[in-house]
């Protein structure tokens, strides 16, 4: 078992920053991928980013060049850096941890992008 616990989520300006955390605890298998997705109102789950424990590193389209992604593998903690953020970007975020036959998914947190 793997348990996720998300923080950072909240309301923001639009042009504004936020800092989403996630950690991890229990049955970390060293070979991993953590990483965050969205889900909109109406609308399908979507990767936001995601990066794996030796390195590589994905991006949503909609994101790319705005979001980062951080992960301190000894703290098993995986970050998300949200920069100019747009109404568009009002979501729940869902951290995931994805390892050897392993599949888990955070409580997620709400992000809202609103003036």
């Known amino acids: 078992q793997v348990q996720l616990v998300e923080s950072g989520g909240g309301l923001v300006q639009p042009g504004g920053s936020l800092r989403l955390s996630c950690a991890a605890s229990g049955s970390i298998f060293r070979i991993n991928t953590m990483g965050w997705y969205r889900q909109a109102p109406g609308k399908q789950r979507e990767l936001v980013a995601a990066k794996s424990s030796g390195g590589r590193t994905n991006y949503g389209d909609s994101v790319k060049g705005r979001f980062t992604i951080s992960r301190d593998s000894a703290k098993n903690m995986v970050y998300l850096q949200m920069n100019s953020l747009k109404p568009e970007d009002t979501a729940v975020y869902y951290c995931?941890?994805?390892?050897?036959?392993?599949?888990?998914w955070g409580q997620g947190t709400q992000v809202t992008v609103s003036s």
């Open positions: 995931r941890y994805q390892g050897l036959n392993a599949d888990y």
